[in-house]
């Protein structure tokens, strides 16, 4: 259920609003727009009071609510999802991330601008970070990925540095300016991860953990969501609802490429993702070709067909000598590679309308 606010309604009448909600066992969670103030509900709001029944509107709550002052009227939301959707929240949301090496010192997810995200899959050595982060700061790169905490199919397979990948990836930032993103795996880190990172990524194989999805939900850091490997989009927005209703609005989609019946890739890059969640959500939505792929030689196109349907950044992995790599070499751009793309990312974000940082 959504109440929508009146343009001109005041401080006092959201409050009121909210303390009305509270009374009733409920929770509002309002979104201050351009336009106007919405208050998504919830809690039972159903006839029968029954859980669950976020969708229908108990008639007399309707009503009392409709008549509260500053009111304009109280909708129902028609998706399962309710803070993750377009219908509570119509105005693209924009994640925030500090990052010192431009000059506004901060980077906006979500918005015209497509962002450049890259750097190796698993930090191995402070070498092969350093010269990574280097290597794609020079061609444009703001935001520097990393695993320290890495899944790993096999249980022989390498599992990360740790804490010290984390402070390998500090030292980066401290050096290149870059922010930097990795990904946490479990609730108990993510007090660690949150020291180091700028960005928590919650993994695939992480999308329907709800104990970690409540716990990166109770912090602000900005989250990105990568999408289940076999994950519907209603299960991925409810997966992003978790986070949203623990107070944290700065979550990231990422298409990362879905499991198919196809052989010839890793996974099957759904391209309509972008434009589909553009139009159920508000969140900014991200594509890793790496991954979505799992073939360097298809990294590139599908970055540039992520950029034409609508992403709002790239995540790609680099490495100084990807067939040296410990993880995912046969998926990661050599140095020289990574630098032919940037320019051809650039035109076609400029083809489509959007800038590129
Ligand atoms: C991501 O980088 C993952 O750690 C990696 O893709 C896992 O690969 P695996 O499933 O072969 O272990
Ligand atoms: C990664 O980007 O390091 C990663 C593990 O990706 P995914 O969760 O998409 O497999």
Request: aromatic share 6%.
């Given at each position: 259920m959504i109440v929508v606010m009146r343009s001109n309604c005041s401080d006092e009448n959201i409050e009121h609003v909210l303390t009305f909600l509270k009374n009733q066992g409920l929770t509002g969670h309002p979104s201050v727009g351009a336009e106007r103030t919405i208050i998504g509900v919830l809690g039972s709001v159903g006839p029968s009071g029954a859980p669950g029944g976020l969708g229908g509107i108990n008639?007399?709550?309707?009503?009392?609510?409709?008549?509260?002052?500053?009111?304009?009227?109280?909708?129902?939301?028609?998706?399962?999802?309710?803070?993750?959707?377009?219908?509570?929240?119509?105005?693209?949301?924009?994640?925030?991330?500090?990052?010192?090496c431009v000059s506004e010192g901060v980077v906006h997810i979500g918005g015209n601008a497509v962002i450049m995200m890259a750097g190796p899959c698993t930090v191995e050595t402070e070498k092969q970070l350093m010269t990574t982060a280097e290597a794609v700061r020079k061609e444009g790169a703001v935001i520097l990925r990393g695993g320290a905490f890495k899944p790993s199919t096999s249980p022989y397979g390498f599992?990360?540095?740790?804490?010290?990948?984390?402070?390998?990836?500090?030292?980066?930032?401290?050096?290149?300016?870059?922010?930097?993103?990795?990904?946490?795996?479990?609730?108990?880190?993510?007090?660690?991860?949150?020291?180091?990172?700028?960005?928590?990524?919650?993994?695939?194989?992480?999308?329907?953990?709800?104990?970690?999805?409540?716990?990166?939900?109770?912090?602000?850091?900005?989250?990105?969501?990568?999408?289940?490997?076999?994950?519907?989009?209603?299960?991925?927005?409810?997966?992003?609802?978790?986070?949203?209703?623990?107070?944290?609005?700065?979550?990231?989609?990422?298409?990362?490429?879905?499991?198919?019946?196809?052989?010839?890739?890793?996974?099957?890059?759904?391209?309509?993702?972008?434009?589909?969640?553009?139009?159920?959500?508000?969140?900014?939505?991200?594509?890793d070709p790496s991954q979505g792929t799992g073939r360097r030689d298809l990294v590139g196109p599908m970055s540039l067909a992520s950029i034409a349907a609508g992403t709002d950044a790239l995540l790609i992995e680099v490495h100084p000598n990807p067939d040296e790599a410990l993880k995912d070499g046969a998926q990661s751009l050599t140095l020289d590679q990574f630098q032919s793309l940037m320019p051809e990312a650039q035109a076609v974000a400029r083809a489509v309308g959007r800038t590129f940082i």
């Open positions: 008639p007399t709550l309707g009503e009392n609510l409709e008549s509260l002052p500053g009111v304009e009227s109280v909708l129902r939301v028609s998706k399962p999802y309710k803070l993750a959707s377009r219908e509570f929240h119509p105005e693209d949301t924009i994640v925030d991330v500090p990052t010192a599992r990360g540095l740790g804490e010290d990948g984390l402070k390998l990836l500090a030292k980066a930032r401290a050096t290149f300016g870059m922010a930097v993103i990795t990904e946490v795996m479990t609730p108990t880190d993510v007090p660690l991860v949150c020291e180091y990172a700028d960005i928590l990524q919650i993994g695939t194989r992480n999308m329907q953990n709800y104990m970690l999805l409540d716990a990166v939900g109770r912090t602000q850091k900005p989250v990105v969501l990568k999408r289940g490997m076999s994950a519907t989009f209603e299960e991925w927005l409810l997966a992003a609802e978790y986070v949203l209703s623990q107070g944290n609005p700065n979550v990231i989609l990422c298409e990362r490429g879905i499991r198919t019946f196809e052989k010839a890739t890793r996974n099957t890059m759904d391209i309509s993702a972008f434009p589909l969640i553009e139009r159920l959500s508000h969140l900014p939505i991200i594509s």
